[in-house]
């Protein structure tokens, strides 16, 4: 089991920008591919982002896709995502999430192959 541990969520004006880190521990971080996640109120929890276990693969919902980068430095156990240009519409609670699976080929955004999530991290981005 992993746990997971987000952090650097917050009140934003738009087209500003936020990093979120998210600090892994308990299992061999690197063997597994790392998502985003967000929720917002009302809505479904969505895929943001996943990057893949060696770094080498990476998806992005079309929503965020050319204003967020997920990044990963497996010496640290922490996987990033780096926001910018924020929108009103990107507030929600942001949530990491380790794969289930080891050394998936490629990645994979469908929310049911992903365990461990961690506590979310609120980002509100004000008009």
């Known amino acids: 089991q992993v746990q997971l541990v987000e952090s650097g969520g917050g009140l934003v004006q738009a087209g500003g920008s936020l990093r979120l880190s998210c600090a892994a521990s308990g299992r061999t971080f690197s063997r597994y591919a790392m998502g985003w996640f967000r929720q917002a109120p009302g809505k479904e929890r969505e895929s943001v982002a996943v990057i893949s276990w060696n770094g080498g693969s990476a998806y992005y919902a079309d929503s965020v896709k050319g204003r967020f980068t997920i990044s990963r430095d497996n010496a640290k156990n922490t996987v990033y995502l780096q926001m910018n240009s924020l929108k009103p519409e990107d507030t929600a609670v942001y949530y990491c999430?380790?794969?289930?699976?080891?050394?998936?080929?490629?990645?994979?955004?469908?929310?049911?192959?992903?365990?461990?999530w961690g506590q979310g991290s609120q980002v509100t981005v004000s008009s």
């Open positions: 999430a380790a794969d289930r699976e080891a050394w998936r080929a490629g990645v994979t955004a469908s929310l049911r192959h992903f365990g461990s």
